[in-house]
Nanobody
């Protein structure tokens, strides 16, 4: 069984910072791309940032220059450092990872349970 567990969400004022973390555990052979998505009420889930195993990073235009994604391959973790937060960043943030599981012998996407980020104006 593979699990992704997020932490670090909360309430912050506009202009503030938060750091989200996500740890993958279970019968993992390898992890390819790791990512953060977010979803606001009434909106579709959208990609915030992703990072490949060899550290290639991709960001949504709306967060470029404010958010930084990073990962630790040895610990199977991914983090999202968010700075200069805006009220429109308010959403539930989800960790995502493409994981090759020892239980199933193939790669599939896994999701965390989500963590709420609320930015007040």
């Amino acid at each position: 069984q593979v699990q992704l567990v997020e932490s670090g969400g909360g309430l912050v004022q506009a202009g503030g910072s938060l750091r989200l973390s996500c740890a993958a555990s279970g019968r993992i052979f390898s992890i390819n791309t790791m990512a953060w998505y977010r979803q606001s009420p009434g909106k579709e889930r959208e990609l915030v940032a992703d990072i490949t195993r060899d550290d290639r990073r991709n960001y949504a235009d709306s967060v470029k220059g404010r958010f930084t994604i990073s990962r630790d391959n040895a610990k199977n973790t991914v983090a999202l450092q968010m700075s200069d937060l805006k009220p429109e960043d308010t959403a539930v943030y989800y960790c995502n990872a493409d994981i090759y599981s020892l239980s199933y012998g193939y790669t599939e996407p896994y999701w965390g349970q989500g963590t709420q980020v609320t930015v007040s104006s």
